[in-house]
C-alpha cells in the first residue's frame, strides 16, 4: 500500500516507517523538512497536494505534550499540532476523487483523564482536563472520516518505551546514576507500551477491515509509578529509592505536572479482544529487551 505518514520523522512515525518498508509498503511523510529525509525509501512531501493517492493514511502528528509549562501558546500549539493537522487531512481527504480505505489517528490515554486504581477500557467515559478534552476534540475531527467512507481507527496511546525517544530518554541518565525514583507519593499508574508494540498494533489496525474505533496502544501490564521505578532499578542494577516531591514537580512544570502526579490503569480490551498479540506484555520483559542487554 502507498500509506501517508504525518509525524513521520519522530520517534513512533520513524520506526513504523522502517517497519513498512520492510513490509512492502510505500510509506509518504508529511513533514516541514522534506530535504531532510532520514530514511532511504521514504518519500517525503511539504504539502498535502504533493501526496497523490494513497490507500492509508497514519496521522501521529502533534507536538510533545510533556516538554515545557502549559502557557496559553503552548497550548494553542499542541491544538493546532493534533486537531489542525487532523482537519487539514479530512479537507485533503474530502476533496480527493479516490479516498484512502483507512484511517489510523493518534490519540493518548490522557483521553480518561486522571483516574484512581480501577481498569480503564475503550469503553470508560472521558475526563475533563486540558489534556482529556484535547483527545476528545482530536478524536472528533479524526471520525469525520467515517462519514466520507473511510474506516477510522484511533490509537490512545499510553508511555511509550525505547530508547532513543520518548519518557525513557529522560529517565535513564538519572536512574543509571542510581538518582531515579518515584514521582510525588509513586501511587498513580503508569499505562506504558513498548514502541515495538505499539508500531505493530498501527500495522494490525491498517491490514484488519473490521478493525474500527478507539484501542488503546498500552500493554496489559500496567504498574504504579512505584513499581516502574523499582523495576527500572532493577533491571539497571541501581537503587531507585529516591523521591521526587509532587511540590518540586509542580513548581518546576505547573498544570503539566498532573500528567506526572496522576495516572490512568488502561487496558488494551478492543485489540485483546480482537486477537492482538503483544511481543512484550510485561514491564520487565519491555525494560530487558531495550536497557537489559549489554550490547544495545
Known sequence: MQILVTGGTGFIGSRLCTRLLAEGHDPIVLTRRPGRNPQPGVRCVAALDEVGPVQAVVNLAGEPLMEGRWTD????????SRIGTTQALLAWMAALPERPRVLVSGSAIGWYGPRDSAPLDETASPGHDFAAMLCRQWEAEAFKAEALGVRTCVLRTGIV???GGGA???MLPPFRMGLGGPMGDGRQWMSWIHREDLVGMILWLLTRDQARGAYNGTAP????NRTFATTLGDVLHRPARLTTPAFALKLG???MSGLLLT????QPAHALAEGFVFQYPSLEA???AIVGAPDR
Open 73 to 80: 501558546e503552548r497550548k494553542q500549539a499542541l491544538r493546532d
Open 161 to 163: 518505551l525505547e530508547r
Open 168 to 170: 525513557l530518554q529522560k
Open 221 to 224: 501490564g500496567t504498574v504504579t
Open 253 to 255: 512544570f505547573g498544570e
Open 263 to 266: 495516572g490512568q490503569n488502561v
Open 286 to 288: 519491555a525494560l530487558q
